[in-house]
């Protein structure tokens, strides 16, 4: 799986740091921006032993990869702590942090808005027509109220913005709440100053309004966040809590699911979750697996089949033996490969990331700039200073630091909800700018569920040999005659020392000499095609060669989807190893004019390797082992996987289910996804533009640049979110 980051990677590291690393999670408190972001991921990557650092700033987690023997849970805390943040590892059942903090701005805010209004009702009696008939001993007590209801409030609902300030400031460092606790602690101290003058120029209504405003925004991001959160972070929520033992003596017993094992027996009535992944013993049901496939249809299991963690027995009760621990589950390692996606950097973030680099330094000098020009201009320090606080305030680069991740969080929601799995952090951004797509035929165009024809003409012995060796792979072709051994009452037993060739077979060697199970050319037998279906061989240590034909239906939408994506103006092709015959039906169902058979993994590669030598971007869209070369060739690559082959694909993104509709809805959201990024970084930009030169000369004020970062935030936010439910279209057209 190909993933970047936002830092360096590997330093000057021992090698076994990079072969066996060791990974922390951290829940970092105070994250509000891309410079907070960028500087939790310094300080962690400078703490030896740290092999590489990440941050997700949509659920504000650390991501450590650290060296086996350094780097402890202590050193990384401190680290944080030294420059400003409270962190602490992440522990499963956890509220999240965004839970905690929506409630708690939601309290300020109240309180924020309440002070606001009161002091503003007694601004009106000071301010209005009658302000010029006022004795100053009454505009005098109204200002003194105003301050009795503005201090408490300022002092309370300002705490978030002053504790994240003073945390950077006792760690010699800035973020964006130092310039907010500024502007708000100078207009209410100059306030207060003015009040005891007897002065005219009192502030508390602009000081609270600010907080005000200032909290409104920061409670809608973190809301908003919330709704874009990962994914990944939501998956895990759906696991079974408990599940039903049952003991050796034939008795129940509830237990939490993560003290399950792999070998204990555990029941599911109709109704439940399945708690881990298990291989059913007894009893038929359908089982509800859209959390994992997409597939809103049940799948109808029996004894034998594997059901995983997550899913539902909808129909019946099932007794099975579990397989994996909770943490081995599918669901786990589906979360897991999708937390890496969000986690890592694509090319638009990273450009998103050097810009926020050269834009801090920048809107620093730019408020020094401003206060030292209003000073020269003759205007006194207070509106030098009120200039130069809105310039910091309205400069904060939040809005270009969430751009594009905001878009990834909600770009993989969507995608996982459609049973596709974004392994890949820029591999959206690859899947737009394709304009040709290579097909795989066996478990891509079909189902990947071929069936032995004429198994009858197949005597015991020859079966039980081929499936001996069968059983020591994924291939489905060797499952298929596994499955016929089966239904056949054949005992299969593995052999040991099978050696797995991709594109060529299966090999094992003993005492008699070495047996091999593959094509004719791996078991060097002249090519004896059938006319139909496909086939591979046996071939003993005695010189026998036993032939085994296949048949693989076509996905049922096989012929809609390719005639969609070929009108839309993508080149299509067909890459086999297949035989001839075989691929030939195939592309002829399907109405795909260039097809090549009997290819082998570098065959296919080499393939490739033309189309882009002609300028084309090719989605390369094949079924795992045989393929991840190909796969890996591409620009881009898609792979339909077995639910059990999900974590070992070479592939992008996996996509589960019977049909092959999922290669549509993900070249649509792929391009939804960058129409989105782009129109982000035209807000942030858009924004900047309008509003720094306002401040500058002073015709922001910092209420209205508080007002105008805030929203700046949530525009960009929410226009990521427009991708989580908008209607991508029927038709691709010519995408672009």
Known sequence: MAETLSVTTLRDVPDDAVQNPRALTLVVEGMHCGNCMRKVERTLQAVPGVVAARVNLSNGRAHVTAAPAGADLDALVEALRGVGFKAYELVEGTTPAHATHDAEYLRRLGVAGFAASNIMLMSVAVWAGIASDMDASLKTLFHWLSAMVAIPAVAYAGQPFFRSAARALRAR??????????????????????????????????????????????????????RASSAA??????RATSATVVLPDGTTQRLPTRDVVPGMRILVAAGERIPVDARINRGIAEVDESLITGESRPRRVAPGDLVYSGTISVTGTLETEAIAREENTLLADISRLMGAAEQARGRYVRLADRASRLYAPAVHLLGLGTFIGWMLLGYGWEPALTAAVAVLIITCPCALALAVPAVQVVASGRLFRNGIILKAADGLERMAEIDAIVLDKTGTLTLGEPRLIDSTAIDDRTLARAASLAASSRHPYSRAIVAAAKARGIPVVAGGDVEEIAGAGLAHVDASGETRLGSAQFCEIADTSPESGSTIWLCTPDGRATA???????RADASEVVGRLRDAGFHMEILSGDGRTAVAEAAQVVSIANWQAGLKPADKIVRIDQLKAEGRKVLMVGDGLNDAPALAAGHASLSPASAADISQTAADAVFQGERLAPIIEALLVAHGA????????????????????????????????????????????????????????????RMS
Do not use: C, W
């Not at 500024?182 to 600010?210: I, K």
């Not at 972070?233 to 759906?238: E, I, P, V």
């Not at 085994?548 to 076509?554: R, V």
């Open 173 to 226: 460092q800035l973020n964006m709440d130092v310039p907010i606790s500024l502007g708000v602690l100078l207009a209410t101290g100059m306030s207060l100053y003015q009040t005891t003058r007897g002065s005219d120029q009192v502030y508390f209504d602009a000081a609270v309004t600010l907080l005000f405003f200032l909290l409104i925004g920061r409670y809608l991001d973190t809301a908003m966040r919330s």
């Open 233 to 238: 972070q939501n998956l895990l929520g759906l």
């Open 548 to 554: 085994f034909h296949f048949t693989d239906p076509l």
């Open 674 to 733: 960058r129409r989105r990024a782009l129109e982000n970084f035209g807000i942030a930009i858009g924004y900047n533009f309008i509003f720094v030169p306002l401040a500058v000369i002073g015709l922001a004020t910092p209420l209205i640049a508080a007002i105008a970062m805030s929203a700046s935030s949530i525009a960009v936010t929410a226009n990521a979110l427009r991708l989580s439910r908008q209607r991508l279209g029927k038709g691709l057209g």
